[in-house]
């Protein structure tokens, strides 16, 4: 027999992939044994997820029942649905959910091309200590609270501030910037992508550090200028992380800026200012009606779960990225 023919032969009884037995997983005693370490560190973190994360949940049945404090959740009326029809059928949820959609999404569209273009400006600064300067200065607005930063922006845009006063001495007529309904969502989308683009632009800054050298060298020999090589190397280099940005934004659509909103917010502008966070706060705990803003809120997260859910799966599938 030649060797061909024993090689064919013990080929026939190999098992293939297919047939094989995976490799059986260690009892958990034994995982226990050499990893309870492990497992004991893990007990505080399991504790506090349970008591303040997964314990309070049964909470939102606040929502289906005509809440009354003295007699509580369990002793309320059961209502069901009735919160949520209220909602829904009254005048003002299209127009908060409108409101909370375009403050959001013109806030996410907004602060996320202005840090890109940002971050490419400042990696081709050829001056370290200016481009330095500039980074911490851009990013210092993010860790202002908004109490601050609003406090600074009435001041600055009242009819009596700097930028009225400029507008005056040039003839212009004075504007109502914070009492003008028009005007009030750019200047929440304007005012947060200040505050934001900096804080946005230091992820750019890590992928455009990490774009390979060699390219640009090799298509600057090819001849290609600055403009160039942006369009055909650093942009294709950042596209997986500025795709996998905006789609992790998609889960933060409904979050239009509680904070910022109830600090600048007026009568004057709460047709196009109103949102659902400022609208759950106002009836909630102003007007005292838990039940009802419990169930918008429900809503609210409700609606942002599944656009996480959303936004994960759109992640994996356009930048490859898997946090499961």
Partial sequence: MTTDQGSTIRARFVRPDRYRRTPKRPAFGVVWQQHWMLYAMLIPAALSLLLFHLYPLWGISIAFVKYNPVKGVLGSPFVGLEHFDRFFSGRLAFEIIRNTLIIAIGKTIV????????????????????????????????????????????????????????????????????????????????????????????????????????????????????????????????????????????????????????????????????????????????EGQFSFAAAVGLFKSSVGFLLILLSYWLAERFANYRIF
């Fill in 111 to 286: 602060v996320q091309c202005i840090a890109i273009v940002f971050a490419l400006i400042l990696h081709d600064a050829r001056i370290p200590i200016l481009r330095r300067a500039v980074q911490s200065a851009t990013t210092l607005p993010h860790f202002l609270s908004w109490v601050i930063i609003g406090g600074i922006m009435v001041q600055f845009l009242g009819s009596t501030g700097p930028l009225n006063q400029a507008g005056a001495t040039m003839g212009l007529p004075r504007v109502n910037f914070l009492g003008n309904r028009t005007i009030f969502p750019l200047i929440l989308i304007l005012s947060e992508t200040w505050k934001e683009f900096g804080w946005g632009a230091v992820i750019y800054l890590a992928a455009l550090a990490n774009i390979n050298p060699n390219l640009h060298e090799a298509a600057a020999v090819d001849g290609a200028g600055r403009w160039a090589r942006l369009w055909a190397v650093t942009i294709p280099g950042i596209m997986p992380i500025i795709a996998l940005m905006s789609c992790l934004s998609l889960g933060g659509v409904l979050n239009a800026g509680f904070e910022q909103v109830l600090v600048l917010i007026n009568s004057l502008v709460s047709e196009t200012g109103e949102i659902l966070d400022t609208y759950v706060y106002r009836v909630g705990l102003l």
